[in-house]
């Protein structure tokens, strides 16, 4: 699958899901920027990665002092979400739109635990 064609289909869940979103969140949403990427590799931490990851929240959180230095953003990496679904276009959808709000929880402020509890792991 070429990755255009990923960025596109992430793109898409991405705008339908924030729709349904509450209020509060589809705000906190708009806050930080989503950055569609094929595999880790370009940040500046990429090197203590895995390498197999889903995706990643970088930066300050919604609940930390604002920093003039460090943005936050969502990194997904759509390479790897396509494996991790096994090349199934709707798995994909879905497993990018989990990926979105689980990270989108980190820069909420919300913990592990706290993601798992609603259910966005």
């Known amino acids: ?53 889903l995706g990643l929240f970088e930066g300050p959180s919604a609940m930390d002092e604002p ?8 990194r997904l990496f759509l390479m790897n979400l396509w494996e991790w679904t096994d090349r199934d276009e709707q798995d994909f959808r879905d497993e990018v739109g989990t990926t979105f709000l689980h990270e989108l929880g980190h820069y909420l402020g919300w913990d592990e635990d706290e993601i798992s509890e609603r259910g966005l792991e």
């Open 67 to 74: 920093d003039a230095g460090e943005l936050p953003r969502i």
């Open 1 to 53: 699958m070429d990755f255009e064609t990923l960025s596109r289909w992430a793109d898409e869940e991405i705008k339908s899901l924030a729709k349904a979103l509450p209020a509060d969140v589809r705000e906190a949403a708009k806050q930080v920027p989503v950055s569609m990427e094929e595999k880790p590799g370009h940040g500046a931490f990429d090197d203590e990665l895995q390498g197999d990851e």
